[in-house]
């Protein structure tokens, strides 16, 4: 059971990772894979938040099928605080199963800081400072997200607007924008006021279910019926309404503020990104190459000779050689191959 401090973190693990085939599958996604050094996605992730929450305040949700996987990992946590989806539907009803279930549990004015189990975040210092500042302000009644600072007009994040500093530190939100074409990403890194959405919250939980309530009714009526249940079944859950919580709160409230981090950050959320976040593996040589990123689980020699922006992924049951301007097609491939 959780104790009775009043910050909570809640890990988002039911993603299926699709864009990391062939090393990810439908067994073992991305959140569980050994990708840096130091444990898996899912294990960095909640080290980091212990720092902050503690472990016992530590509440992870994932797909039903995955639920072993995430002991495994995470041999201390509670199986109380093992949220179990059996189909996905989206962060909105994710974070609010979790706020409700956080609310059933006595725990409604508690900070809930929520985030993706698969962030490569460094250094864990500066991630602390950062949720303090957010922390603070989730305790004034702001709906908080933390902001990247871009380093490149990147395509595949959206973004977010700064607007007024209310508190040193703590910005209002005036806009959220999907993901931009590379022109408009350009002109986004020339003002200086945009910021890159991490997906990364921090709210009380009455706050978020307020929000809820106001803006996705359909939803808040919806985790009613769960009654702070941690194993829902089928048909209940698939009940709920599938949008982001983005799209369903956060572009819509009028108490929404971002807080710029003071940490590298990285989704990882395809290869490329997976080159830009330093991972790799394997013996390889490179001959007039660039940008090339290699990951050989079969101890196998790889050579490579005049490429640019390619990702090379060897496991012992396929092979990937794909340019980084497939990336996001890669999801699409790798249903098909497992609907085969």
């Given at each position: 059971?959780?104790?009775?401090?009043?910050?909570?973190?809640?890990?988002?693990?039911?993603?299926?990772?699709?864009?990391?085939?062939?090393?990810?599958?439908?067994?073992?996604?991305?959140?569980?894979?050994?990708?840096?050094?130091?444990?898996?996605?899912?294990?960095?992730?909640?080290?980091?938040?212990?720092?902050?929450?503690?472990?016992?305040n530590i509440m992870v949700v994932?797909?039903?099928?995955?639920?072993?996987?995430?002991?495994?990992?995470?041999?201390?946590?509670?199986?109380?605080?093992?949220?179990?989806?059996?189909?996905?539907?989206?962060?909105?009803?994710?974070?609010?199963?979790?706020?409700?279930?956080?609310?059933?549990?006595?725990?409604?004015?508690?900070?809930?800081?929520?985030?993706?189990?698969?962030?490569?975040?460094?250094?864990?210092?500066?991630?602390?400072?950062?949720?303090?500042?957010?922390?603070?302000?989730?305790?004034?009644?702001?709906?908080?997200?933390?902001?990247?600072?871009?380093?490149?007009?990147?395509?595949?994040?959206?973004?977010?607007?700064?607007?007024?500093?209310?508190?040193?530190?703590?910005?209002?939100?005036?806009?959220?924008?999907?993901?931009?074409?590379?022109?408009?990403?350009?002109?986004?890194l020339e003002t200086g006021t945009?910021?890159?959405?991490?997906?990364?919250?921090?709210?009380?939980?009455?706050?978020?279910?307020?929000?809820?309530?106001?803006?996705?009714?359909?939803?808040?009526?919806?985790?009613?019926?769960?009654?702070?249940?941690?194993?829902?079944?089928?048909?209940?859950?698939?009940?709920?309404?599938?949008?982001?919580?983005?799209?369903?709160?956060m572009e819509k409230a009028g108490?929404?503020?971002?807080?710029?981090?003071?940490?590298?950050?990285?989704?990882?959320?395809?290869?490329?990104?997976?080159?830009?976040?330093?991972?790799?593996?394997?013996?390889?040589?490179?001959?007039?190459?660039?940008?090339?990123?290699?990951?050989?689980?079969?101890?196998?020699?790889?050579?490579?000779?005049?490429?640019?922006?390619?990702?090379?992924?060897?496991?012992?049951?396929?092979?990937?050689?794909?340019?980084?301007?497939?990336?996001?097609?890669?999801?699409?491939?790798?249903?098909?191959?497992?609907?085969?």
């Amino acid at each position: 059971m959780m104790n009775g401090t009043d910050r909570f973190g809640v890990i988002m693990a039911g993603g299926r990772g699709t864009r990391f085939w062939p090393l990810s599958t439908s067994a073992k996604p991305k959140q569980f894979l050994e990708l840096l050094p130091g444990g898996t996605m899912l294990q960095l992730t909640a080290d980091r938040l212990a720092g902050v929450c503690g472990r016992d305040n530590i509440m992870v949700v994932a797909g039903r099928e995955h639920g072993g996987l995430v002991l495994d990992q995470l041999p201390w946590l509670d199986e109380e605080n093992l949220l179990l989806e059996p189909v996905g539907r989206n962060t909105a009803p994710c974070i609010g199963w979790a706020a409700s279930v956080l609310a059933e549990r006595g725990q409604a004015e508690a900070t809930m800081l929520v985030m993706a189990s698969d962030h490569r975040i460094h250094p864990v210092e500066e991630f602390a400072r950062t949720s303090g500042v957010a922390v603070s302000a989730a305790e004034s009644g702001y709906l908080v997200t933390m902001g990247i600072t871009p380093t490149h007009p990147a395509t595949g994040y959206g973004y977010l607007e700064k607007g007024a500093e209310i508190s040193e530190g703590v910005f209002r939100v005036k806009s959220f924008r999907e993901k931009p074409d590379p022109d408009t990403a350009r002109r986004f890194l020339e003002t200086g006021t945009y910021l890159w959405n991490s997906g990364m919250f921090v709210w009380k939980v009455s706050g978020i279910l307020k929000a809820i309530g106001k803006h996705m009714p359909g939803l808040l009526e919806g985790l009613a019926g769960l009654a702070g249940c941690t194993r829902p079944d089928r048909d209940t859950f698939s009940a709920l309404p599938a949008l982001s919580v983005d799209v369903g709160i956060m572009e819509k409230a009028g108490n929404v503020v971002v807080v710029p981090a003071s940490f590298q950050w990285s989704d990882i959320g395809d290869w490329p990104g997976a080159r830009e976040a330093g991972v790799s593996r394997g013996e390889t040589v490179l001959v007039d190459s660039e940008n090339t990123l290699v990951y050989d689980a079969t101890g196998r020699l790889t050579v490579i000779m005049g490429l640019r922006n390619v990702s090379v992924v060897c496991t012992d049951t396929a092979t990937l050689v794909m340019a980084d301007s497939c990336a996001q097609k890669l999801r699409e491939v790798s249903e098909k191959i497992s609907e085969c």
